[in-house]
Structures are given as structure tokens and as C-alpha cells.
């Protein structure tokens, strides 16, 4: 069953989330144009792996390329797929970096950050080995 949470002592600009199921760090609400992730805030992106959540500065989306990612894709088992959230609204990668994704076996997924914070949620309790890098929300 799902745990239900109250919204009592929460900043007026932060919404929680469900609480988190699965391996890996997810994010657990929206804080301004951030995330948090577990007790850490990320007001800018951030990127979360199986192992780790960590702070993302990504450039604009039309110049999106495989570098700005670090290691984010090297872990073994490599991940099924990237969630690209590309903020506040859906914008599509550009097709250079769709192709450099696919050309190492990895799949995306894009879709606006808030979509891909509850997908990465659903995809962590059905155990899925997945990497998710969001655009802040403003």
C-alpha cells in the first residue's frame, strides 16, 4: 500500500512526493525551480544514477551532448535508459545526442522534469536500472 504523507512543516514552495520505493536516489518533491532528493536540496539540475544524486548545471538543451552526462551512464550493469527531463516543458534533445545514445545501447526518454521525477519514482520500485538527468523547472 502506499504510504500517504500530511503536508504539515513544508516550505510554501516545496511540494513532497511519495515516499520513496526501491533502490537508488528519487526525488521526493519540487523546491522553487529545484528538487530535493531524500534531505538535499538541488536547486538547479541534478542528476540521479542507482548509486548517487549529484548537482547538474546542463547547458541549454539545444547543445545537450554526451560530455555533459560525465559518468553518469558508465555504471555496471549500464542503464537500460536515460529520463531526460527537460524542464518545465517537453523539449526534444537535439539528434546528435539521440544518436551518440543510441550508438552506446542506451535509450532516452524525454519529457518535462516533473514527468520524469514521478517516472524515475515508478521505474526504481519495479527495480529498473535507469539514470535520470533533470533541467531545473524554470
Do not use: N
Amino acid at each position: 500500500a502506499p504510504c500517504r504523507r500530511t503536508v504539515r512543516d513544508i516550505p510554501a514552495d516545496m511540494v513532497e512526493m511519495r515516499q520513496e520505493q526501491g533502490a537508488g536516489p528519487q526525488v521526493t518533491g519540487f523546491s522553487g525551480t529545484g528538487f530535493k532528493v531524500r534531505d538535499a536540496v538541488f536547486p538547479d539540475g541534478v542528476i540521479l544514477t542507482q548509486e548517487e544524486a549529484r548537482t547538474w548545471t546542463p547547458p541549454a538543451i539545444d547543445a545537450l551532448a554526451m560530455a555533459d552526462l560525465g559518468d553518469a551512464l558508465e555504471s555496471e550493469p549500464r542503464p537500460e535508459f536515460l529520463l531526460l527531463g527537460t524542464g518545465a516543458k517537453l523539449v526534444q534533445p537535439p539528434a546528435a545526442f539521440r544518436r551518440a545514445m543510441e550508438e552506446r545501447g542506451i535509450g532516452i526518454e524525454a519529457m518535462d522534469s516533473r514527468a520524469a521525477a514521478r517516472t524515475l519514482a515508478l521505474l526504481r520500485a519495479e527495480e529498473r536500472w535507469v539514470v535520470a538527468a533533470l533541467y531545473p523547472l524554470g
